[in-house]
């Protein structure tokens, strides 16, 4: 509910610029769907990465 009048603002915007209702509802997926797997490829690079120490080389 918090983010509805903004959603609805964005798909205004597309059908301002002339894109169709199922373009408009095509493009808001692909940008969700785009922002949950970069969610969920941080979530899984700092899982692959927890626990691993890269130490600084040492200068003699």
Do not use: P, T, Y
Not at 2 to 29: C, H, P, Y
Not at 34 to 57: K, P, S, T, Y
């Amino acid at each position: 509910m918090a983010m509805e009048a903004d959603f609805l603002v964005l798909a205004d915007r597309g059908a301002a610029a002339g894109w169709s209702r199922e373009e408009v509802a095509e493009a808001l997926i692909e940008l969700a769907h785009n922002h949950w797997f970069a969610l969920d490829a941080e979530r899984r690079m700092f899982e692959e990465c927890a626990g691993v120490v890269i130490r600084a080389q040492k200068l003699h």
